[in-house]
Each structure stands twice: as structure tokens, then as C-alpha cells.
């Protein structure tokens, strides 16, 4: 897995250095002050991620296209991280977040040179120039514009629905993670492959589940993860006051909870009480039920890819990236 991962992930880095020199050229025309979206937006970009969505693009891509090489979908696939570029701005501005991937939220650096309302309002113009950067990688093709259109609507329905902290977390992971993280960029691929309409059937039944337990092994992540792994503090998902499926689950455990909110919401909730927060979610069982979820949402794509019309080549790629998914925080 290593070795495509690896290849992708090296073509994705190129492909960005190169848009993001032609884009500096282009908006400093426009205004020399434009440095400062340009240099936000890019400084976030590059400072790296897993780039795991060109990989699932590109699976996706090789399973219905067997011969096709990563040059045919590189804009596709660096679009994918300038979108997400674009999302992480505004959700680390609507969360709080003052950081990412190991270092500032773009509004938390902007805050660096300006005063904060004014280094806020500049973040969300930096998420919204990312917006229309990645759609001129992702091209004018009309299947290609259909897929990013309905991936964009979900992540931002899902967003809200997060915001509202609504009991259907099922129903938000679907929308806000499964949507651009999984199902867009499998659809991305078998779109840029010219799959059938069986293919595309096939591998948006492997996707749906994969992409919810993605989120729900991103909320393990959140409360348990190491931080030198997640690039976030620990607990910070709990201090952040986000109502995840280990939330959730504590919350139908019938548990005392009173651990868990004298951390839930507090940005600066010390090490002993977060530490007993966590406890409690062990405790209660809510940690052992996510995880549980997470394995039958695994079994259920496997068993879709399984039967799934695809090359063998690809399916191969894709039931690596799934097996990548089954690792917990420990």
C-alpha cells in the first residue's frame, strides 16, 4: 500500500506547488494584498494531511480503468484538497479550533498580523477563495460538475446539522464526512473512468458504510487518539463541545455524565478532569459500542466491494484504504 499511496500522495504535492504559483501569479495582479488569501490558503494546503481522498479517487478510478494513470485525474485530485482546504478554514472558525495538522488554523495565524475580528472575517474570505480555486481543478465537465455539486450540498447540510448537535449523528457523519470524504471521491473516480452504471452502483454501496466509519473513527480519534498523531490536543473534541457518536452513546448509557460535562464545551478544561471524561466514556460502554458500529460498517463494505463488477487491480486498492480505516485509537 505503501508504494501507490505513496505515489499518489507525491503527484498530489506537484500538482498543488504548481496551481498554487499560477494562482499567486494570478491574484496579485488583481491586488498585491491578495498575498495574504494566497499565502493562508496555501500554507494550509501544503503543511500536509494524508491526502486519503486523491487516494480513494484514484482507487476508484483504477477499478473501473485499470490502465489509467494518475496523470488523468492529478486536477481532480488536487481539487479534492483545496475543497478541503476551503472546509477545514470554516469549520475550524465555526468550532473554535485554533488548530490544524499541527499547526494554526488559518484564523488563528491571521490573528498573528491583524486584530481578530478582522483576521476572522479574512478567514472565511480565504475558505471562500479555496471554494473557486478547486473548482477550476476540477474542471467544466458536466457528470464531473453533477458529483462535486452534491458533494458540496451534503458536507454542508452535514455542517449544519453538526452545528444543531442533533440526535441523528448517523445522519450528520453521513452528510458532512461520508459525503467528500468517501462517497465524492469514489463518485469522482468512477465518473473520471467512465464506469457503468452498475460500477457506480457497486461502489457507492461500499462507500456509504466506509464513510461513516470514517467519521466514527475520527470521533475515536478526537477523545482517545495520540496527539502526536492527530495533531490535536487530547480530549480536544470533548473540550470543543462536539456532540459525537461517543457523546451520543454515553448519553443513551443511562451513565452519570457529570464527569462528562465538567469537560464538554470547556476550551480550558484541565488534564485530571478530561482524563476522568475519558474514563467515563470507557466506562459507560460508549467507547466499546462506536467501536462496534465501526467493525459492522467495516464487515458491510467489505462485503460490498466484494461482490462489486470492478478490476481486480482496484478493488485491491480500495479494500486497502478500507482495511487503513479498521485501525482504532488505542
Given at each position: ?75 481532480a485530485c488536487a481539487g479534492l484538497e483545496v475543497l478541503q482546504t476551503y472546509l477545514l478554514i ?236 479498521a485501525h482504532r485509537a488505542h
Open positions: 500500500m505503501e508504494g501507490w499511496t505513496s505515489e499518489v500522495s507525491a503527484g498530489v504535492e506537484r500538482r498543488l506547488s504548481a496551481f498554487f504559483d499560477e494562482e499567486r501569479a494570478r491574484v496579485t495582479q488583481l491586488a498585491p494584498q491578495a498575498e495574504v488569501l494566497h499565502g493562508a490558503i496555501a500554507a494550509l494546503t501544503m503543511r500536509g494531511g494524508k491526502r486519503l481522498r486523491p487516494a480513494v479517487l484514484y482507487a476508484a478510478y483504477r477499478a473501473v480503468r485499470p490502465d489509467g494513470g494518475f496523470g488523468e485525474v492529478a486536477d470554516h469549520d475550524d472558525w465555526m468550532d473554535g479550533d485554533e488548530t490544524r495538522r499541527g499547526g494554526p488554523s488559518v484564523h488563528a495565524a491571521l490573528r498573528d498580523r491583524f486584530d481578530p475580528a478582522l483576521a476572522d472575517r479574512l478567514a472565511i474570505l480565504a475558505g471562500n477563495l479555496a471554494c473557486a480555486w478547486s473548482w477550476r481543478l476540477f474542471g467544466a465537465g458536466e457528470a464531473v460538475r453533477d458529483v462535486v455539486l452534491r458533494m458540496h450540498e451534503e458536507v454542508l447540510v452535514g455542517q449544519q446539522l453538526d452545528l444543531m448537535a442533533v440526535e441523528d449523528v448517523s445522519r450528520m457523519h453521513r452528510l458532512k464526512t461520508g459525503s467528500y470524504t468517501l462517497r465524492g471521491p469514489i463518485a469522482l473516480g468512477a465518473v473520471l473512468g467512465g464506469a457503468s452504471a452498475a460500477q457506480r452502483e457497486a461502489l457507492d454501496a461500499f462507500a456509504a458504510p466506509l464513510g461513516e466509519a470514517f467519521q466514527l473513527r475520527d470521533d475515536l480519534l478526537g477523545t482517545f487518539g495520540d496527539p502526536r498523531d492527530t495533531g490535536k490536543s487530547a480530549g480536544n473534541d470533548l473540550c470543543a463541545g462536539k456532540r459525537t457518536a461517543l457523546v451520543l452513546a454515553a448519553e443513551r448509557s443511562g451513565a452519570d455524565l457529570r464527569e462528562l460535562r465538567a469537560v464538554f464545551g470547556v476550551l480550558d478544561a484541565p488534564a485530571p478532569a478530561i482524563a476522568a471524561a475519558r474514563a467515563l466514556l470507557e466506562r459507560s460502554g460508549a467507547r466499546r459500542a462506536v467501536e462496534t458500529r465501526l467493525d459492522a460498517l467495516l464487515a458491510e463494505a467489505d462485503a460490498a466491494l466484494a461482490r462489486a463488477p470492478l478490476a481486480e487491480s482496484g478493488r485491491a486498492m480500495l479494500a486497502e484504504l478500507a482495511a487503513r480505516l
